[in-house]
């Protein structure tokens, strides 16, 4: 249990669907991001969100739109994706103006597969 | 660019030690983390570097030259629990964190 928990685990959508990823975190941290992971690839950072503002999209294409209501709860809403989003989709939170910058909290993930 | 390198698989003997290596070339250095994830897993938190030399964590030691670029993930005594990927991960002047692929490492008995 690392405080970071995300729904759902799994995901099997088509390519008009409209989905949504949860995250939740239960520590108190005030940044939240979503990274992708591809089997044998380095992490992929896809956004940041700090204090509740967005302050990273690292290029991400628009069928990926993030959401951040408050500091404990993000989103990530998916529509029209392709068969190259397959993937295991990473949230993680982390407390700014920690004694280990980059010291991150994630969750276990929700794995995509886009038919 | 920036980047990171680490071998994609190792394979090691329970009870032995293991070494798994990570270079990297980035703009600037904040630090060097070495994240452990079993499969099916969240990645956790294993060590920090910021500075040159060795951290010992119990089993685990986790060394660092910035000089060279360089970095070591040290596991001792290991057991079958320790089969997992341990991905590197260095803070770039951006703070940024600049991931290595992984390395899967294979314990057997």
């Known amino acids: 249990e690392t405080g970071v928990t995300q729904t759902p685990r799994h995901l099997v959508m088509g390519m008009t669907n409209k989905k949504s990823l949860k995250c939740e975190q239960h520590l108190g941290h005030n940044a939240m991001y979503w990274y992708k992971q591809s089997a044998k690839k380095p992490l992929e950072l896809m956004f940041v969100y700090s204090l509740e503002e967005r302050v990273e999209n690292n290029s991400v294409p628009s069928r990926f739109s993030p959401e951040c209501p408050n500091s404990s709860h993000l989103f990530l809403h998916l529509h029209t994706l392709q068969p190259e989003d397959s993937a295991l989709y990473l949230c993680?939170?982390?407390?700014?103006?920690?004694?280990?910058?980059?010291?991150?909290?994630f969750g276990e993930g929700s794995r995509l597969t886009v038919l | 660019g920036q980047n990171i390198d680490q071998p994609t698989e190792m394979t090691a003997t329970e009870g032995a030690i293991v070494q798994i290596n990570c270079t990297y070339q980035?703009?600037?250095?904040?630090?060097l983390f070495w994240y452990q994830q079993h499969a099916g897993e969240a990645p956790t938190f294993l060590s920090y570097n910021v500075l040159d030399g060795l951290e010992e964590k119990g089993r685990f030691s986790s060394f660092l030259s910035r000089s060279k670029g360089y970095s070591y993930l040290l596991l001792k005594e290991l057991q079958m629990k320790d089969s997992a990927s341990y991905l590197c991960?260095?803070?770039?002047?951006?703070?940024?964190?600049?991931w290595g692929a992984g390395t899967k490492l294979i314990i057997k008995p």
């Open positions: 993680a939170s982390s407390q700014e103006e920690s004694s280990v910058p980059g010291e991150l909290f």
């Open positions: 980035t703009s600037g250095f904040n630090g």
């Open positions: 991960a260095v803070m770039d002047s951006n703070y940024q964190l600049i």
